[in-house]
């Protein structure tokens, strides 16, 4: 079990250049999470997906962030025109039903964006 | 929507001593509490959880307890060691862990020998 799978690991990208984030979940999992971490703000929901259907992006940044799942194997997280205030790493995790509940969630790596 | 506030942002003990971090949510809604360890560097893991069916759990040297009056719940450790020192987040959600999970902002546990 490779856990989670995050790529690439680090992104340097100009201010206004595009950036695409990419997650494999673990094998079986059906819910897909993507957060962001900063010094300043901690841990920031963004959206997740059960299911490969979004389920909640309340956290996402709307004008320049989107999210898709289009297969169980993966899902991105797009940023377009990148803007310093992106600079974050950036955390896909994936749980799985566990009976009638779902279990913890298994964070990957991350990938450390910095928009210069 | 719930907030999690995490009261310690710094904790040191001794090795050996017990540990304890403190959260409070506000939605009565949640039910599944998590609790994350992310040592420098590195990205989280989870160390343990309880569901509000219960108000007590333990796995080893962590005990989480949950008082769903007063919507607060805790992390013990209990003889600390070195490799106990790291960042701890606790979080809360509706249902489990496969849905939107809301974390606090943090505690940098240090162990010192």
């Known amino acids: 079990n490779a856990g989670v799978i995050q790529t690439p690991r680090h992104k340097v990208t100009g201010k206004g250049q595009e950036a695409t984030l990419w997650c494999e979940p673990i094998s079986g999992h059906s819910a897909v999470f993507w957060y962001r971490q900063t010094i300043v703000q901690g841990l920031e929901f963004l959206t997740y997906?059960?299911?490969?259907?979004?389920?909640?992006d309340s956290g996402m940044p709307k004008e320049r962030f989107s999210a898709q799942m289009p297969n169980q194997s993966h899902s991105t997280l797009k940023i377009q025109s990148t803007q310093p205030q992106d600079s974050a790493v950036y955390l896909c995790?994936?749980?799985?039903?566990?009976?009638?509940?779902?279990?913890?969630?298994?964070f990957g790596p991350g990938t450390r964006l910095t928009v210069l | 929507g719930e907030k999690v506030e995490q009261h310690e942002s710094t904790l040191s003990v001794r090795e050996g001593d017990s540990a304890v971090i403190n959260c409070t949510y506000t939605?009565?809604?949640?039910?599944?509490f998590p609790w994350y360890k992310q040592e420098a560097g590195k990205s989280l893991h989870f160390v343990i959880d309880i569901r509000s069916n219960v108000d007590r759990k333990q796995s080893q040297r962590l005990i989480v307890l949950l008082d769903k009056k007063a919507k607060r719940f805790s992390l013990h450790i209990t003889a600390t060691q070195p490799e106990d020192s790291a960042i701890y987040f606790c979080?809360?959600?509706?249902f489990g862990g496969g849905y939107k999970v809301v974390f606090g902002s943090g505690t940098r546990l240090l162990v010192s020998p």
């Open positions: 997906f059960r299911n490969q259907a979004p389920i909640d």
């Open positions: 995790a994936s749980s799985h039903h566990w009976g009638a509940n779902y279990a913890e969630q298994f």
């Open positions: 979080a809360a959600s509706m």
């Open positions: 939605d009565t809604a949640s039910s599944y």
